[in-house]
């Protein structure tokens, strides 16, 4: 689609390297969606759903697909780094709004880490050597925080190693499950069975909320839209065919996980994927599959504290945040303060939450995030770009904001008391960091 307006520059027009590709973003958004999550929240959705895991999947399939759709459009419309907060700022033009946006992307980051933190220190670690939980997760986030310290190469380098490693590691799931039907055996009837304890659309609905947790990438490929070549194009292609990728793969990991294993055994573990592999018979190590798991999980910890760190930076320079964020280690350049305060959170969040109520608290918090993407996509309709970009009907972000809704409405009482938690600290610092302004603005007068 083509619209003419001088208001926006055309997408040539960026301070970054247009060098990214179509296969290069496809790659990248395949490698951040196909994270961590699915190695920890198969034995969640089983609880809730029994065997019938490939619905809630299917459900956050096409939730995820109605905000790929408002995301595509955004990003070709406007393709620079930012995300969601971007493009609240240009609807609104409200500084606490577009600040809540960008605090809440960051709060998500620190969530999942604690979450993957919780995962790190279970069944998976505990193939290869047995720990105690708590001081393995402080320890492992510990770690993370240094490599963060050091440099974003060197995290983006452990990164591009790690997502070779955990895309291989589902590939042996969906092997091993395969090899073990083909052979005969396993019970595909499971596959239609419910929970017993918990009503059927009940359970569908309260699993999609973890599901979806499984399908997030979105803000990551927004922040990589300055260095895309012919992003119009690109971008779509890779959104849409990276998430029908994951997809694919989520519904064979889900159908063989159940085909192997009883629901009830899945929804015991905190290592399901491990189990699978156990359960299969066949002849691969349990040390070897619970480490490729572990630098799965690592690696998807260590991306959202990166993320994380960045925001906190970002806003602290915007002073959107007290100034302090934005403190840098004068030889790394990396954004210490900011680094350090996400790390510190994220051990507190260890000891208060389990992998799946962490998880649900990441989802709620971006699906808030979503929310402000699709009502800013609809208020940006009327925006005028003198580029082609891809466009969708009014009608795909509408029932995006239904879809959010529907899953909004199944987050638990405690879930809401983390979000609402974040939105009271995060307007605290926000205050502090608009006084701190207007003092700076006085002496400067």
Not at 75 to 82: E, L, N, R, V
Request: cysteine-free; hydrophobic content about 55%; glycine content about 10%.
């Amino acid at each position: 689609m083509t619209t003419d307006t001088a208001e926006s520059a055309p997408p040539e027009s960026t301070g970054l390297k247009r060098a990214i590709g179509t296969p290069l973003l496809f790659a990248f958004i395949v490698g951040d969606t196909l994270g961590a999550g699915i190695y920890t929240l198969v034995g969640s959705m089983a609880d809730d759903v029994g065997g019938v895991i490939w619905l809630p999947l299917l459900i956050a399939l096409v939730v995820a697909l109605l905000t790929a759709g408002t995301y595509a459009e955004l990003i070709t419309k406007y393709p620079h780094a930012g995300g969601a907060a971007r493009y609240v700022d240009r609807a609104f033009r409200i500084p606490y709004l577009s600040f809540l946006v960008g605090f809440l992307m960051m709060a998500s980051g620190i969530t999942t880490a604690a979450a993957l933190a919780n995962a790190f220190a279970g069944d998976y670690l505990a193939a290869l050597i047995d720990l105690p939980s708590a001081p393995t997760a402080v320890v492992f986030i510990v770690v993370l925080t240094l490599i963060n310290l050091r440099g974003v190469r060197e995290s983006l380098t452990a990164n591009l190693v790690a997502s070779v490693i955990e895309v291989s590691g589902l590939v042996i799931v969906i092997v091993l499950a395969g090899i073990f039907f083909g052979g005969g055996n396993g019970d595909p009837s499971r596959l239609v069975e419910f929970a017993p304890d918990v009503a059927p659309l009940q359970g569908a609905f309260a699993a999609s909320v973890i599901a979806f947790f499984s399908f997030l990438g979105f803000e990551a490929a927004a922040n990589m839209a300055e260095e895309v070549r012919e992003p119009s194009k690109a971008y779509p292609r890779a959104l849409f065919g990276a998430i029908g990728t994951a997809a694919v793969v989520y519904l064979l990991i889900a159908i063989g996980a159940v085909i192997v294993l009883p629901p009830a055994e899945l929804a015991e573990s905190t290592g399901p994927l491990l189990d699978v592999v156990e359960g299969s018979g066949i002849a691969v190590p349990t040390w070897l599959f619970g480490l490729i798991a572990l630098v799965a999980i690592a690696n998807g910890a260590l991306l959202f504290m990166v993320m994380a760190s960045r925001v906190g930076y970002g806003l602290a320079e915007a002073d959107l945040l007290p100034r302090a964020f934005g403190r840098v280690l004068p030889n790394r350049r990396t954004p210490w303060v900011s680094i350090l305060v996400v790390a510190g959170v994220t051990i507190g969040l260890t000891f208060i939450g389990d992998v799946a109520v962490l998880a649900e608290t990441t989802v709620l918090l971006l699906l808030l995030v979503f929310l402000s993407a699709n009502v800013s996509v609809l208020v940006l309709k009327k925006d005028k770009v003198d580029h082609k970009h891809f466009s969708v009907p009014r009608f795909i972000p509408v029932l995006a904001i239904i879809a959010s809704l529907v899953l909004l409405a199944q987050q638990t009482g405690i879930v809401w008391l983390g979000a609402a938690a974040y939105v009271v600290v995060g307007s605290v610092l926000f205050l502090i960091a608009r006084v701190a302004r207007k003092r700076t603005a006085r002496v400067d007068g």
